[in-house]
């Protein structure tokens, strides 16, 4: 018996930290900033994907270096999601804030683009994107030098635009025409890629009759050290102490010298790392491919709306809450426990198998919502300037 | 500020957009011709080209399969067979004289995509037959588009069953030519509990009341089913009713598709489920499966179907050897690729047969033709029957250190099709004879 409920406690506390680690970021982004960003599955997928690309960059270094890729793994894939979303942050939602519902349409307009991305992105499209960037920013740049620049910018655009389109377009068609597949290969496709776990990380920790895998343990050290490590950066750094301050107050902070465009920049960055780091571990689990945020978004979103929008302990208990009902519920651990009531217990076993309980797990949120509107921990005073 | 939106910005906004369509295009392009057209495909279509195919003097088929999406890891590698088997009959000069000309469309892993493909294929390009679909969901999406417009597909995929469509020639395994036996095989072999797992669409769902039904009938037990949203990855409350339903080991069933399964086969393994006590029998993992999930985590599972790239025949060596000559030496073949190349080789023959090219006019005759048409296929001889199915050799696999498959049992000859499950209490007695013109409804009757 205890070895069983141990079993349970683990497994919905493991289901729990994946949902959390994914939604550590979200919480940060939707909670601290009012942006409700669709795209951050795609910034998961993004991390997953460069677990896979680092993968497969350690594997031809042998044998007791390539075990330990995941760490090179987890570090690459915060740096290239956090810069996607600065990228994102300095593009598109910085024109959008206190627009909610605008930054809603536009991030999940660069999710479509990002999933599109990773399906055909090649040789020739980077060749192009990097000539086009380097011609048109670069040209824009030089250009900013002359003194009447203001006044034509539109000509200046009107003209380099086109222009650098076109370079960038018959590079493009130059070079599949002269490498041909080499260049036009996709590097991923639209297929699925797969990421094997170190061996370190296959197999588990036997209790009894049950066995622990090593990966879920992975992944929940994993929670608890970015949780702890965002906990210490909002609380003890003064750059965390500045992104509390302008999430309180915006206008006053910027009275007050706080470089609030840095701040949300930052902050935007961070949350993105964070999802980096969510979809390198996601990719221990299953396979990675173009769909692999979708799976995670609307839970991630759950967990952020049960656990009260910008507290960062609400989305904690939030996640190991939802994580922990999930496995429960599909498990069919309700339906053991009632057993001695025929009824309740007929009603538990129909819930019972993976997709039911997710039935289920809804119901529960949108019930527990008409009670709690504001979530578990609600905001209280001022609350984000959106 | 009103004049900013003058005559200028206009003129400045109109041009970047301009200009940015003019990227996206080339980027899309650049897509169909690297997604779609894999190296294969990049040869049928410069070949057909040269062929008079492009003077109009060629046959349009359709083959449409999913090219992106969660189902693209399994049904991709179908369409490389299928167009290796149209390159090959277009090679030896063709059909009634004319060349194979095949339109590949992209399912996208999304039922209602499927029926908008079929639609097209059919109404736009007005191909003659279409090749394609994988799970049961597209087929069913695709099948009252087929029975509108009195059409024909080719389907190569084993399935559940419990359907006997017109327009319909199933080229996989029927259920009493792979579950069935399957269930019996590990019954006698491997132990009578049985934990049933599956995605949660018609096929697994039909499969599994077909294996619980069976079971009933020879003494086996069902200790518990379930089912994971097509595409989810979440399996540890699966894999924890398992351990408690089977403490001791037992035979776990598995109809999960697409990815779910590279999550089931890591963290059953990650859970210390080996193959000693817990045995898996898969009926969608196949040679191109193994190697994209990885075969650490699968060496020692089982699967079942018709044809491995392991079966020792002269067609078979053929078959591999074509194969891998087009796509390259570290591609593998199997069963669903198998039916795809069988599909073509069929139409061609009942077309021959029937000396005209088949739909809009003259799809019955073309569909009269295909009934008794036999070919040596890959797998061993198969025949086309009369309710759209096919007889072939069943076959049960164990995966080896090199991801292929160890025959493990064969059965003598070719097994007849019965589409319609006789364990099934609903469906128990029917048959399909689509030549019993005197039945009311030849799909489905009692004999």
Known sequence: ?386 | MARQFGRRRFLMYGSAALGTSVLLKACANGETTSTSESPAATDAGTQVAASPAASGDAIKVGVLHSLSGTMAISEKSVVDSTLLAIEEINNAGGVLGKQIQPIVEDGASDWPTFAEKARKLIEEDQVVVVFGCWTSASRKAVLPVFEEKNHMLFYPVQYEGQECSKNIFYTGAAPNQQIEPSVDWLLENKGTDFYLVGSDYVFPRTANTIIKAQLEAKNGTTVGEDYLPLGNTEVAPIIAKIRSALPNGGVIYNTLNGDSNVAFFKQLKGAGLGPDRYPVMSVSIAEEEVKAIGTDFLEGQYAAWNYFMTVDSPANTKFVDAFRAKYGNERVTNDPMEAGYISVNIWKQAVEQAGSEGTPTDLEAVRQAAYGQTFEAPGGTVTMNTNHHLSKTVRIGEVRDDGLFEIVYATDGPVDPVPWNQFVAETQGFTCDWTKTDEANPGKFKA
């Open chain 1, 1 to 386: 018996m205890l070895p069983s409920i141990l079993d349970g406690i683990f497994n919905g506390l493991s289901i729990g930290s994946i949902l959390l680690l994914a939604a550590l970021g979200l919480a940060i982004v939707f909670g601290l900033m009012g942006v409700i960003n669709m795209a951050h599955g795609e910034l998961m997928m993004l991390g997953a994907y460069t677990t896979f690309v680092v993968q497969n960059v350690f594997r031809p270094l042998g044998e007791p270096f390539s075990q330990f890729y995941i760490f090179a793994a987890l570090i690459m894939a915060f740096i290239v999601a956090a810069l996607v979303g600065l990228i994102l942050e300095r593009g598109v939602i910085r024109h959008l804030y206190g627009r909610p519902l605008e930054t809603l349409l536009a991030t999940w307009g660069v999710s479509l683009i990002l999933q599109q991305f990773v399906r055909s992105v090649n040789w020739v499209m980077i060749a192009g994107l990097v000539v086009f960037c380097g011609l048109f920013f670069g040209g824009l740049a030089l250009l900013r030098r002359r003194a009447d620049f203001e006044g034509r910018r539109r000509w200046f655009i009107l003209v380099l635009l086109p222009l650098s389109v076109a370079i960038a377009f018959g590079i493009g068609s130059l070079l599949s025409n002269a490498y041909g597949l080499t260049v036009t290969q996709p590097w991923f496709g639209a297929q699925n890629v797969d990421v094997t776990a170190p061996r370190w990380l296959q197999g588990g920790l036997p209790i009894g009759n049950y066995q622990l895998p090593y990966t879920r343990m992975f992944i929940m050290l994993l929670t608890v050290l970015c949780v702890a490590g965002i906990y210490f950066f909002l609380n003890k750094t003064p750059w965390g102490l500045r992104i509390r301050s302008v999430t309180q107050n915006r206008s006053m902070s910027a009275c007050l010298g706080i470089p609030t465009q840095k701040v949300d920049a930052l902050t935007f960055a961070l949350g993105s790392g964070l999802a980096g780091i969510a979809g390198c571990a996601v990719s221990l689990l299953g396979s990675v491919g173009p769909n692999t945020g979708q799976n995670y978004i609307v839970n991630t979103f759950m967990v952020v709306v049960v656990g009260g929008v910008g507290k960062l302990v609400g989305t904690i208990i939030g996640a190991l809450v939802i994580g922990l009902i999930d496995y429960v519920i599909g498990a069919g651990i309700l339906a053991f426990a009632f057993s001695s009531i025929q009824p309740l217990a007929d009603f538990f076993t129909f819930f019972a198998t993976t997709s039911m309980a997710k039935v289920m797990v809804f119901f529960l949120i949108v019930l527990f919502l008409q009670f709690r509107p504001a979530g578990l921990f609600p905001q209280k005073g001022r609350t984000v300037d959106a």
